[in-house]
């Protein structure tokens, strides 16, 4: 049996202060989560009862098998995760200061072990038979992982729903400016793009959320989906749909990780076969659920939660 949602992309271990409006350096205790987008997404689809893997690669030491315990302990498949000798598994620490700052301090180096997936080491069958098959910007940022995420949705060929989440880090691009062309590339392999507004204009040249949606749609995709931030979400399909809705009222205490509750909800939805605003509804309302919580991974929600929301109009 095929998978509803294969991710490739990012993995790592999240330490996050157990203390919340304390700079770093006054920090004392952490909490350890499971990390990383791509793989993010993959549990908040399988905590909505999808089948689903991640394709990525980890340090060959303590992390590593943290990281696959934690992957296992929220059913997603882990037969893609592999290790990489000499290289650490990433480590990402943030501070935390609700409403709105989130400062992330990201340890990749030398380099981290998800940007040595290699092309000639993928199962091209199962991803061209996955019912989803994501990818992220970050994904392009290095060899051999930009060849490799390529290769993948070259193969795929638009089988599907090919979600391209458009994932722009500028810290992990040795040159920000080369990127602009390897997301166009994506973009005609990919059914779905994914981004906020600094994403849209990496990938398009083109700020303004609706023109941003139509550059997008006329790179290839058939659903544009774009994050406005306090005005909500965007979605424009290639027939002409059109939902925006605007974001749920939360009391945020911790907004990393709302993107990838967002994403395995959109993943659900168009599984689900519901209209474009259930499903913005919907995800806008596992993201918003996501930033009450301090955790990302483990504060994925369950459907009764996010319908919850839904019907209340807020998270409470």
Not at 38 to 54: C, D, E, P, Q
Request: glycine share 10%; net charge negative.
């Amino acid at each position: 049996m095929g998978y509803d949602l294969i991710t490739m992309g990012r993995i790592g271990v999240d330490l996050y202060p157990l203390q919340t409006g304390v700079p770093l350096p006054q920090v004392t205790s952490f909490g350890k989560f499971l990390g990383g987008s791509a793989t993010n997404v993959a549990v908040a689809a399988s905590r909505l009862g999808r089948r689903t893997a991640v394709i990525t690669r980890t340090g060959d030491d303590p992390f590593g098998t943290y990281l696959h315990e934690a992957l296992q302990g929220f059913g997603v498949d882990d037969r893609w995760v592999t290790p990489v000798p000499g290289l650490p598994t990433p480590v990402t620490f943030c501070e935390v200061f609700p409403p709105d700052d989130f400062p992330l301090y990201f340890y990749r180096q030398p380099k981290a072990p998800d940007l040595e997936i290699d092309a000639h080491e993928l199962d091209l069958d199962a991803i061209r038979e996955a019912s989803v098959f994501w990818v992220t910007g970050t994904g392009l940022s290095e060899e051999p992982s930009r060849t490799a995420t390529l290769a993948a949705l070259a193969h795929r060929d638009k089988a599907g729903l090919t979600v391209f989440d458009l994932d722009w880090r500028p810290m992990f691009w040795k040159d920000p400016d080369a990127a602009r062309p390897f997301y166009v590339e994506a973009l005609k392999h990919t059914t779905v793009a994914v981004g906020n507004l600094d994403e849209v204009e990496v990938a398009t040249g083109v700020r303004e959320p609706r023109e941003a949606a139509r550059a997008l749609l006329d790179a290839g995709v058939e659903l544009a989906v774009v994050k406005q931030g306090p005005k909500g979400v965007l979605a424009v399909d290639s027939k002409g749909n059109e939902a925006e809705v605007p974001p749920l009222p939360v009391n945020v205490l911790n907004g990393l990780g709302a993107g990838d509750a967002f994403g395995g909800s959109l993943v659900h939805g168009l599984l689900a076969g519901w209209d474009l605003e259930k499903i913005m509804r919907n995800a806008n309302a596992a993201g918003a659920i996501v930033a009450s919580r301090l955790e990302c991974s483990s504060a994925m929600p369950t459907t009764d939660e996010i319908e919850s929301a839904v019907a209340a109009g807020a998270v409470k």
